[in-house]
C-alpha cells in the first residue's frame, strides 16, 4: 500500500486554487506563460507556488534566473522562494544532469514531491505541465481533485490538433478549463480563437510573437518588462473573476 | 527532517483504515526500502510524535528493511544499491534520500552503463500490511 | 516472457539505417525536419520509411496530408505509401481521440507496433521522436542497436539546456549522433553552433524562422518548395557522406 | 492476417531457448491475453506454417487464453473487456486487436468514465513457459 497517496491532500489543503498551465504540445509556450503567469499574480500579492513537473526539459528556473537555492528541511521540503514565489522542481534534484525516466519514474517522483512537499498557504499553485497526456498529466488529474486547466496554444495546424485532443479530454471528464491563450501570434489567422468556439472554451486572448522574448530569460524583472508579459497581464485584466 | 513527511502519511494510512475499520487499536508494518535511506530512528522518533499528537497511542508500527535491487532493462544485468553506492558522494546521495527516482540520473547499469534499468524493489517507504488488533 | 522482443530484429533486418530525428524539447522541429527529410531522401531515389513515434502530439501524417489511407495486413502490417514514404503512425489506430498513455502503454505499443511492421527493404527509416528521454527513447536506444541520432535544436536557452542533456547522456552511451541542426532561426546569435563546439557534435548547418512555412504544411509540393525544405536539402547536399 | 508476424516472434522465441539450450524438442506454452483478440485458428495455422518451413517440426506449442481485467487508477474500480466490448463497433475492436495499449483512446472506467486504467492482465500474447522434452 502506497501510504504516500494518504498525505498528499492534506499537503495541499492550504492551497485556495491549482492551476496547471497545459497545451499537450511542446514549445507552444506553456512554462513562458506559467512562470510569467505566477510573477504577475505574485506581484498583485497573491501568495503563489509554481510546481515545474516537466522533468525533461524544466524550464521555469531558466526562465527565473533560479541559483543556489534548495528547499529547507522542514517536516518535508519547504520550497525555496525565488522573486517571491515558491518554487518546486526537479533540478534541485537531478540539475544539469540528464535523467532517463520512464513513466514509472516520473509518477512515482511526482507522488514523492507532492507528498513531501509543503506549501503552507498559497493562493495559487501554478503548475508548469510536460507535453504530452501521459503519467504527469495523469496523476494531477488522478492526485488534485481541485484542479483546473489553463490551456496555450499556437494558431499552427499541428498545435491545435493536439491541444483539442487534451480539451475533448478535460471535458469527457468535467474538470475545470479557465479557457485557451493563443500564443505565438504572427499573422492574422483566428484559427485558435475558432477552435475555441467550437471546442466551448473561453478564448481568453492572444500574445503574439515576441522577439526580444528570448533576451529577457533568466532576469525577472526583464521579463515582467517584456511584451510577452504585458500582453499576458492584459489578458488577466480582462478577465479579472478568473484568477482571484 | 523530511522523514517527518513520510511519518505523517504513514499515520494517515492506519488512521484511514481505522476510521474505514471503526477500530482504534492496529499494527501496520512499514517497509523502508533502501533506496531512500530513510533515517530509521528519526522516523520512528517523528512516528512517535505524531501518534501521539493525534491521540492514536493504541497504533503500533513495525518497521522493516528492503535492500534495493536494479535490474538493466537494455542487457538484463541485475544488482544492489550497496554495489553502486559506493561510487556516490554524499550529496548526491542526499538528493536520491529525497525523491529515489532522480537515482535514473546518477546510477548507471555496472555492466552496460545504461541508465535505463528497474528499481526491482527497495525504492522506497511502503505500508506492507495494516491489520486491527 | 515478452515473445515480440526476439522478432524485432527481423523485422528491422531490411533497413540500412535508422535515424531518430530528436531534441528532448518541444517544439524545436522535430517532426518539420523528419518529414522533410524523409521527403529528400525519397525525392533521391532512396527506400525511405518514416515512423511518427510522439503518440500525444504525432505530426507527420498531418504535415503530408496523409487521408483515408490504413496499413495492409500481410504477415503483420506493411505500411501505407504516402509520396513514396512507407509512412506508420499510432494515429491509423487511434485517430483524432485523446488517448491516455502512461509510459508503460507507449512502451507497449512501442513494442508491438516494431514486431507487427513489415518494412521490408529500406535504405532509411527516419524516426519522428517524441520530447523527453521517457519510454520512447529509451525503448529505440534499447531495442534498435543500430539506431542514429539527428539532433533539432533552436537557439533558446530553454531548448539548448534540454537538448545538451540529451546528448551527454547518447555520448556516455556511446551511440552515434550524426550532428546537430539549427532550426526557427532568426537572430544573430551562434549559441546552436558554439553548443555543438563544446558538447563536440558536428554542427550541420541552420534552418531559419519560416514565415511561410505553416501554409505548406499538409501539402507535399508546397512543402518541397519551401524556404524550410530548400534550406535542409542545402545541409543535405553539404553532408553528403552523412546521409547515403 | 496479422497474426502471422505474432506467431513468428513466438516461433522465434522458441528457436533462440533451443539455440542455448542445445534442444531439438522442446514445448512452449502461449498465451493469448483477450484484449489483443487474436483469431487462435488463423494464430496455429500460421505457427503450423512457419514451424514447418524452420524445420522445427519437433516443437509443441500449447495455446492458453487470459481474460483481460482493467482496473482504474482514479476510483480503483475493476472490470472485464467483456464488459465494456460491447461498447465498442467492429472497427474499434479492430484497432484494439492490432495494437491493444490504444484501448486507452476506446475504452473508459465504468465507474468514473477515466482514461487512466491499468491492464492488469490479458493485454496481450505471452510466453508462459518453455522446456525442453
Ligand atoms: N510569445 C512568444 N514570443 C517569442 N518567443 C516565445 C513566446 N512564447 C514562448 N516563446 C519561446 O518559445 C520557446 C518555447 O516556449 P516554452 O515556454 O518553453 O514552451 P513549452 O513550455 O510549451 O515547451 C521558448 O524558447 C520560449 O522562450
Ligand atoms: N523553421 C521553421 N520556421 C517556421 N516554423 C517552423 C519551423 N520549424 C518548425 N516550425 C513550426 O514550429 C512548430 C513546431 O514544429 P514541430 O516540427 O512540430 O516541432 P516538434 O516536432 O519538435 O514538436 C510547428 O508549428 C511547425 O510548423
Ligand atoms: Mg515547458
Ligand atoms: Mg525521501
Ligand atoms: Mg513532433
Ligand atoms: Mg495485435
Ligand atoms: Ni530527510
Ligand atoms: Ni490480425
Ligand atoms: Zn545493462
Ligand atoms: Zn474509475
Chains 1, 3 share one sequence.
Not at chain 1, 512554462?31 to 505566477?38: D, F, H
Not at chain 2, 517523528?46 to 528493511?65: F, G, S, V, W, Y
Not at chain 2, 553506492?85 to 536520491?96: H, P, Q, R, V
Amino acid at each position: 500500500m502506497d501510504a504516500r497517496l494518504s498525505v498528499i491532500d492534506e499537503r495541499l489543503a492550504g492551497i485556495k486554487r491549482i492551476v496547471a498551465v497545459s497545451g499537450c504540445k511542446g514549445g507552444i509556450g506553456k512554462s513562458s506563460v506559467a512562470c510569467s503567469l505566477a510573477l504577475l499574480l505574485s506581484k498583485a500579492n497573491y501568495r503563489v507556488g509554481l510546481l515545474d513537473l516537466d522533468f525533461f526539459s524544466p524550464a521555469d528556473h531558466i526562465m527565473l534566473g533560479v541559483r543556489n537555492v534548495f528547499p529547507k528541511e522542514e517536516k518535508g521540503l519547504v520550497p525555496a522562494e525565488v522573486a517571491g514565489i515558491r518554487f518546486m522542481s526537479i533540478v534541485y534534484f537531478i540539475e544539469d544532469r540528464p535523467a532517463a525516466l520512464r513513466g514509472i519514474d516520473v509518477s512515482n517522483a511526482i507522488i514523492e514531491l507532492l507528498a513531501i512537499t509543503q506549501w503552507h498557504n498559497l493562493d495559487f499553485l501554478i503548475i508548469d505541465m510536460p507535453p504530452g497526456i501521459a503519467d504527469a498529466t495523469l496523476d494531477v488529474i488522478r492526485l488534485m481533485k481541485r484542479i483546473e486547466f489553463l490551456i496555450v496554444a499556437t494558431g499552427s495546424k499541428l498545435a491545435l490538433d493536439s491541444v483539442t485532443k487534451l480539451i475533448k479530454m478535460l471535458k469527457a471528464l468535467n474538470i475545470p478549463i479557465l479557457g485557451i491563450i493563443e500564443n505565438m501570434r504572427i499573422g492574422k489567422s483566428n484559427a485558435v480563437q475558432e477552435s475555441a468556439k467550437t471546442l466551448g472554451i473561453n478564448f481568453l486572448g492572444t500574445i503574439e510573437f515576441d522577439y526580444d522574448f528570448e533576451d529577457c530569460i533568466g532576469n525577472v524583472d526583464a521579463l515582467m518588462k517584456s511584451k510577452f508579459v504585458k500582453q499576458l497581464s492584459a489578458i488577466v485584466a480582462k478577465h479579472k473573476g478568473l484568477l482571484r | 527532517m523530511h522523514e517527518w513527511s513520510l511519518a505523517q502519511a504513514v499515520v494517515n494510512a492506519v488512521a484511514d483504515y481505522c476510521a474505514r475499520n471503526s477500530c482504534k487499536e492496529a499494527e501496520a508494518v512499514v517497509v523502508l526500502g533502501e533506496l531512500q535511506q530513510i533515517n530509521a530512528s528519526v522516523f520512528k522518533l517523528a512516528l512517535k510524535e505524531i501518534l501521539e499528537a493525534q491521540n492514536m497511542r493504541k497504533i503500533k508500527i513495525k518497521i522493516e528493511r528492503e535492500e534495493a535491487v536494479f535490474k538493466c532493462r537494455v542487457c538484463g544485468f541485475q544488482w544492489n544499491f550497496s554495489r553502486t553506492k559506493k561510487g556516490l558522494n554524499a550529496s548526491d546521495a542526499e538528493l536520491i534520500h529525497f525523491i529515489p527516482d532522480v537515482s535514473h540520473a546518477y546510477i548507471r547499469c555496472p555492466k552496460c552503463k545504461s541508465p535505463d534499468f528497474e528499481i526491482v524493489k527497495g525504492r522506497g517507504l511502503w505500508i506492507k500490511e495494516i491489520k486491527s488488533l
